[in-house]
C-alpha cells in the first residue's frame, strides 16, 4: 500500500481546481472495537460525493487507502 495517497489526491485536486481543490474533500470518521485495538472506518468525499472508503487498525492507514480507492477511480477516467 502506498504511504503517499493522500498527498497525490491533494495534489492532483490543486493541479485541476487551484489552491482551494484539496478543501473540497471531506472526511467522515468512525471508530468501533476496544480501545486496546481499535477498528478505524474512513470515508472520503469530494464534493459531497463517495470516492473511498476504507477500514483498518490505524486511523492513518484506513486514510490512506480510502485515497488510494479515489485515486484509482480517478486513474480509470471519473473526475470529481
Known amino acids: 500500500m502506498s504511504t503517499h495517497n493522500r498527498m497525490q ?3 492532483f485536486l490543486q493541479r485541476r481546481y487551484g489552491a482551494g481543490g484539496p478543501g ?3 472526511w467522515e470518521t ?3 472495537g476496544p ?3 481499535p477498528v478505524w ?3 472520503l468525499r469530494i464534493r459531497g460525493v463517495v470516492w473511498g472508503q476504507a477500514a483498518g487498525g490505524r486511523q492513518g492507514e ?3 487507502a480510502a485515497a488510494g480507492q479515489a485515486l484509482s477511480t480517478i486513474l480509470q477516467g471519473y473526475q470529481p
Request: no cysteine; net charge negative.
Open 9 to 11: 489526491l491533494n495534489d
Open 24 to 26: 473540497l474533500i471531506t
Open 35 to 37: 480501545a486496546h485495538a
Open 41 to 43: 472506518t474512513m470515508v
Open 62 to 64: 484506513a486514510m490512506e
Open 30 to 32: 468512525a471508530q468501533a
